[in-house]
Structure formats: structure tokens, C-alpha cells
């Protein structure tokens, strides 16, 4: 049986396909130290050379599963923003750009395993720092904050560039807090002050933080 070039192609991608999932789910759940390249390859169905052979080695299998990851987040949060600013155009709120950045930013964590996944590796970067700090500055936050910046210096002329940046800083806070205590109190019979649907939460963020920073700038 004879394969062909495109056809060796396609099973090298699978095979890629298979070793950046299973890295997903271990990372996800034991961190880069606690993943064995042959818990790799076995989730992946593929032999132990393949870690090396693809990738370079597990760090950089692990590298390569955070980028990915980052580029869908990143891909999603600027094309939801960027939709909102032009559709409302000179109708926009500081309500109506809090409001996107605030969904873009829960959402697709919340809602779906893999953003579920990607929540606890962020968790096992901040114990064990192994993403350069630098990349993910690069490529997640500067392309969001592009958007976001000239977006609020034009609602909000009065305000100093660093008091935007900080009012940003500020909402990214509510907003990491909403993800950690919905994952804290789910399904547990929680008292009023932790109960609230996380609609109801970020609708409290836009309104809480739209009237701060209007004060602020007035």
C-alpha cells in the first residue's frame, strides 16, 4: 500500500490535532510539571516519540497549547469589540463598551470545557509561572486594549490615559472575581450575596463601573 504525501500530511495534523488536546486536558488538570509525556501520549493515542518529534519537547507542546488558546480568546474579544464600536458609531456608551468587553471576556470561559480547561491552566501559571509574561502581554492584551483605549479616551476626554488604563484594570478585577467565585459556589445553596446568575453580575459591573468612571470624568 502506497501513501501519498497529502495523505501523510493529514495523519501528521491528526496526529498534532490529538497530542494539543490531550495537553489541554492534562495541563488543565495537573499542570506542566505534572504531566508525563506518556500521559500525553496516551491520551493521544500516539507513540512516545511524538511529544519531541511535533513539538520540540512537552514545554513547548504546552507553550503552543496556551497560544492557541489565546489566539481564539483574543480572535473573539477584539471581533466582538470591534463589532460593537462600529455598529453603534457615534451612538456608543460607555455602557455599550463595557458591556462587550465585559461578555468577551466571561463568556468563553464560562460556557464551554475548553474555556473551562483554560481557566484552571491560568490557575497553574499563577502558582508555577511558565508562559512568558512578555507573549502573553503581546498577544492578548495590547491587541484588546488597541481597541479599548481610543474607544474610552473618546467617551471619557476628561479622563488621564493612566486613569483609563486603571478604570480598565478595575473591571478586568470584577470580572476575574465573577469567575472565581462562580466556580467557588456552583450549585451549592448559597446565601443572596453569592447567588446572583452571572448576567445579573456583569449587568452590576457595566452599571456599578459606568457610573464611577462617568463621575470621574465629569
Not at 512516545?48 to 512537552?58: H, M, P, Q
Not at 470584577?174 to 469567575?179: F, N, S, V
Request: charged share 25%; aromatic share 8%; net charge neutral.
Amino acid at each position: 500500500m502506497v501513501i501519498k504525501m497529502a495523505d501523510n500530511i493529514e495523519i501528521k495534523d491528526a496526529v498534532k490535532q490529538r497530542l494539543l488536546n490531550a495537553g489541554e486536558e492534562l495541563f488543565s488538570e495537573f499542570g506542566l510539571d505534572g504531566t508525563s509525556t506518556r500521559q500525553l501520549t496516551k491520551r493521544a493515542d500516539c507513540n512516545l516519540a511524538s511529544v519531541n518529534y511535533y513539538f520540540g519537547g512537552k514545554y513547548e507542546l504546552y507553550l503552543e497549547v496556551i497560544r492557541r488558546k489565546l489566539k481564539y480568546l483574543k480572535d473573539l474579544r477584539t471581533e466582538m469589540i470591534r463589532s460593537v464600536i462600529a455598529d453603534k458609531g457615534q451612538a456608543l456608551t460607555i455602557e455599550d463598551l463595557l458591556r462587550v468587553f465585559a461578555e468577551s471576556f466571561i463568556e468563553p470561559l464560562m460556557e464551554d470545557e475548553s474555556g473551562r480547561q483554560f481557566k484552571k491552566m491560568i490557575r497553574w501559571e499563577m502558582i508555577t509561572p511558565k508562559f512568558p509574561v512578555q507573549e502573553f502581554i503581546d498577544e492578548m492584551i495590547k491587541p484588546v486594549m488597541q481597541l479599548m483605549f481610543p474607544a474610552m479616551r473618546k467617551l471619557c476626554p476628561n479622563l488621564s490615559d493612566d486613569k483609563i488604563v486603571l478604570c480598565l484594570a478595575s473591571v478586568v478585577g470584577q470580572l476575574l472575581h465573577i469567575i472565581q467565585t462562580g466556580e467557588m459556589f456552583s450549585g451549592a445553596q448559597a446565601e443572596k450575596f453569592v447567588s446572583f446568575s452571572i448576567q445579573q453580575r456583569i449587568d452590576h459591573i457595566v452599571e456599578f463601573s459606568s457610573a464611577a468612571i462617568k463621575g470621574m470624568s465629569s
